[in-house]
Nanobody, 125 residues
Framework: QVQFAESGGGPVQAGGSRRLSCTHS????????IAWFRQASGMEREGVAS????????DLADSVKGRFTISQDKVKNIVYLEMNALNPEDTARYYC??????????????????WGLGTQVTVAS
């Protein structure tokens, strides 16, 4: 199964920036979709962004378009989530997820089979 190491979470002031990193294991081999989800306290887990490792095609949730960017380092097997103009509504635990295959499905949690433990981002007003 795909394994993850997530990092980069922590406290940040409103209006600030944070970069999350997700190192995903090379095995099982083959293309995959890597996504970031987030879950605020008492809320459902929601999809934030995804990237197709084969060609770098990305998708972003409407709530973060223009503020967040997802990218990858294919050599190091790292996916980044660059978050700018953060506001308190972005406070959540951010999770890395993966789906093995050549395409990226819709950002719905049931579409992803493998999950990391998450990293907490707290935005202070």
């Amino acid at each position: 199964q795909v394994q993850f190491a997530e990092s980069g979470g922590g406290p940040v002031q409103a209006g600030g920036s944070r970069r999350l990193s997700c190192t995903h294991s090379r095995y099982p081999a083959g293309p995959r979709c890597i996504a970031w989800f987030r879950q605020a306290s008492g809320m459902e887990r929601e999809g934030v962004a995804s990237i197709r490792t084969r060609d770098g095609h990305t998708d972003l949730a409407d709530s973060v378009k223009g503020r967040f960017t997802i990218s990858q380092d294919k050599v190091k097997n790292i996916v980044y989530l660059e978050m700018n103009a953060l506001n308190p509504e972005d406070t959540a635990r951010y999770y890395c997820a993966a789906r093995i295959g050549d395409d990226c499905p819709a950002l719905i949690k049931d579409n992803f089979s493998y999950w990391g433990l998450g990293t907490q981002v707290t935005v202070a007003s």
